[in-house]
């Protein structure tokens, strides 16, 4: 039997025009040029067309619901009917392996405004697997920090997950896996299919054909064997993940100290604003923290009498400058240096635990419309549409850079707001995913845009809505908007 190649079950590869093996972004990309092409030809069938690239663009940006596309052809409409598999090949080397995986990796690009989470999945055998993998996080290294503010951060968590394998989604590889056991079954190897469905029934146990998979797991005398794991490599390699950035802090050593020179550092033991810090002898390696608790006072020296320098936010990311000193410990947090008790200190990075922090106070998903935060009253209104494929959060502000409201739009939908002042308003709004309400931000894949054009309200009792009002539409960058600072959008 010949290997099966990738199949395109429902088209969608074909409607956008992308390769099957093509990374999110050039899914995105692709998927942008397809509109446009639509846009520029209105022909008939149009509309039919494009809720067909809108479709196929909903799965395939998805790495999850891709990973089920790309498997769905390995289902079997009636488990256990007589048919025979072929065997599933690698995707990038084409060879049969027994056992292969669907495999996410990621990799983060800066874009200097913003980061763009780009993920490469497909089906891989071990050594392709860690190939791609090392791949992704290298692009990482090279163009992962360029985004700000969050560059590193994303960079740091890409290479992370590859440096652990990548992500396997298990209903995904039990389909994988379940065919690979059914081919072996049919080329006369018995003992390898035994294998194969033991470990499919353990990845997805409420499967379609799982009762199928476990008659041929039991197929036979004894427990069914169990297979060397060749994954293992994947595991054995991270370090090689890690190896540019550790080329890079060894150049730095040597070559930092022949090189730096000019500009003058604040004098230690001082914050950005002069005030005199008692900085404690012997202070060590510098430490990553963030502080656990918001509105934490920094003091000028280890304890409450001490003059406070400032206020630390919840779980801002800081770095811990030297031992703990009568309970309290020296930290750097942005231009101020100070002390706080070491009780409200955390050792791991800020980030991460803020993102945490944000996904588990989540809170349900606002509705349509709802407004988030309001500063500013009046009697107008206007209408605005989010065009987007994902939830949007957008923010009305004044010329003097005050947001007067801030309102959630769910994807293709249209809200009315009213009890504006009147205008004129700049307005920035962010996407994503996995909003939080206690953090009032979208905690995976920020993007953030600044409207094409102000925006000027307009009296709310002229009459019906759909005349008079203003109408304000997202569209992101295919519309004219332009990526902004999700820096400046966070500020009020």
Same mark, same amino acid.
């Given at each position: ?20 093996? &093509? ?133 740091? +968590? ?35 299919? +035994?294998?194969?469905? &033991? ?32 994954? +293992? ?107 706080? %008790? ?68 769910? &994807? ?8 504006? %002042? ?21 905690? #995976? ?27 304000? #539409? ?12 999700? &820096? ?5």
């Amino acid at each position: 039997m010949a290997p099966m190649g990738h199949a395109d079950p429902h088209g969608y590869y074909r409607v956008i025009g992308v390769a099957p093996h &093509a990374s999110r972004a050039a899914v995105i990309k692709l998927y942008r040029r397809r509109l446009r092409e639509l846009d520029a030809g209105r022909g008939p069938g149009g509309t039919q067309i494009r809720a067909a690239v809108d479709e196929a663009f909903r799965v395939l940006s998805n790495p999850v619901s891709r990973a089920l596309y790309d498997t769905e052809d390995l289902t079997r409409a009636a488990p256990g009917a007589p048919q025979r598999d072929a065997p599933v090949a690698c995707g990038r080397c084409r060879k049969v392996s027994a056992q292969p995986r669907y495999v996410i990796f990621h990799q983060a690009i800066g874009r200097l405004t913003h980061v763009m989470h780009d993920r490469v999945q497909g089906i891989y055998c071990p050594r392709c697997a860690r190939d791609v993998g090392l791949g992704c996080s290298l692009m990482t290294w090279f163009v992962g920090w360029w985004g700000l503010p969050n560059g590193p951060v994303a960079a740091v +968590r890409a290479i992370w997950r590859n440096m652990r394998g990548g992500e396997m989604p298990p209903r995904a590889n039990a389909r994988l896996l379940a065919h690979q056991a059914r081919a072996f079954a049919d080329s006369g190897r018995p003992a390898l299919a +035994r294998a194969l469905a &033991a470990r499919a029934v353990e990845l997805d146990r409420d499967g379609a054909d799982t009762p199928a998979l476990r008659q041929l797991a039991d197929a036979g005398e004894g427990p069914p064997p169990v297979l060397h794991d060749p994954w +293992r490599s994947l595991r054995l390699a991270a370090p090689l993940h890690l190896m540019p950035g550790v080329a890079a802090v060894a150049f730095v050593l040597v070559v930092g100290p022949f090189s730096l020179g000019g500009g003058k550092a604040p004098a230690p033991g001082t914050t950005a604003g002069g005030t005199h810090v008692e900085r404690p002898a012997g202070a060590g390696v510098l430490a990553p923290g963030h502080v656990q608790a918001g509105g934490i006072v920094l003091h000028a020296g280890p304890g409450p009498d001490f003059p406070a320098v400032g206020k630390a936010p919840r779980l801002e990311g800081a770095v811990v400058v030297g031992p703990a000193k009568n309970g309290w410990l020296p930290i750097r947090l942005g231009g101020l240096m100070g002390f706080v %008790p070491a009780a409200e200190m955390e050792a791991a990075e800020g980030a991460g635990a803020l993102e945490t922090w944000c996904l588990e106070h989540r809170g349900e998903r606002p509705e349509n419309g709802a407004v988030i935060q309001r500063t500013g009253g009046g009697h107008h209104a206007l209408s605005a549409g989010n065009g987007l494929p994902g939830d949007a959060f957008l923010k009305l502000r004044d010329a003097a850079g005050t947001t007067v409201a801030a309102i959630y739009l769910r &994807a293709g939908e249209r809200a009315r707001v009213t009890d504006l %002042p009147p205008g004129p308003f700049t307005a920035m709004y962010a996407t994503g995913g996995d909003w939080s309400g206690a953090c009032q931000t979208f905690v #995976t894949d920020l993007k953030v845009y600044s409207l094409a054009g102000g925006i000027e309200t307009r009296p709310g009792d002229e009459g019906p809505e759909d005349e008079f009002d203003p109408v304000l #539409t997202l569209a992101g960058e295919m519309g004219g908007d332009r990526p902004a600072d999700p &820096a400046r959008f966070a500020e009020d």
